[in-house]
């Protein structure tokens, strides 16, 4: 296999989440209604957010995929990975799209884990990449906090 193209893949991975996440992401007249707490950031924040994140997630999926000691490993990380892309768009489609943000608050909870498990057994053999998903850890725990605020000021829904 050629050197750069997991790099490849993780970057067209990290992007096709980044935009199918995006195309769920709506923020029109139903969005722009909901009360929210004070400290939310801005809405300009978030793409460059996620950007950051995505870009580190891919960093992270690189340097694991070099770093791997076996095929298995390599397969569970993508797995996991692929499994984290799911459930990253599968909360935008539940909040944004659905106008769930009840139904994404218990979606949550399972995206925050599948970013921890990548971060355990990415530590196993590549502390860099473990380390490169820290800040997307944080940012699920912060926006499932701003998730629930976001219930708790304009429930209930549906």
């Given at each position: 296999m050629s050197r750069s193209r997991p790099i490849w893949i993780a970057a067209g991975a990290a992007l096709s989440v980044a935009v199918v996440?995006?195309?769920?992401?709506?923020?029109?007249?139903?969005?722009?209604?909901?009360?929210?707490?004070?400290?939310?950031?801005?809405?300009?924040?978030?793409g460059p957010i996620w950007t950051t994140i995505f870009a580190l997630a891919a960093a992270a999926g690189v340097i694991g995929w070099r770093r791997a000691r076996s095929r298995a490993e390599r397969e569970?990380?993508?797995v996991l990975f692929a499994v984290n892309g799911f459930l990253n768009v599968f909360w935008s489609?539940?909040?944004?799209?659905?106008?769930?943000?009840?139904?994404?608050?218990?979606?949550?909870?399972?995206?925050?884990?599948?970013v921890l498990a990548?971060?355990?057994l990415l530590a196993r053999f590549a502390k860099p990449a473990a380390w490169l998903?820290?800040?997307?850890?944080?940012?699920?725990?912060?926006?499932?906090?701003?998730?629930?605020?976001t219930v708790q000021l304009n429930g209930p829904f549906g």
């Open positions: 996440g995006g195309l769920m992401t709506d923020i029109g007249p139903w969005y722009t209604s909901l009360k929210q707490p004070s400290w939310k950031p801005p809405d300009w924040a978030f569970l990380m993508l489609l539940l909040y944004f799209r659905l106008h769930r943000p009840d139904w994404s608050l218990y979606e949550v909870p399972l995206l925050w884990l599948s990548l971060i355990v998903l820290a800040p997307y850890l944080v940012w699920v725990a912060t926006a499932a906090v701003l998730n629930w605020k």
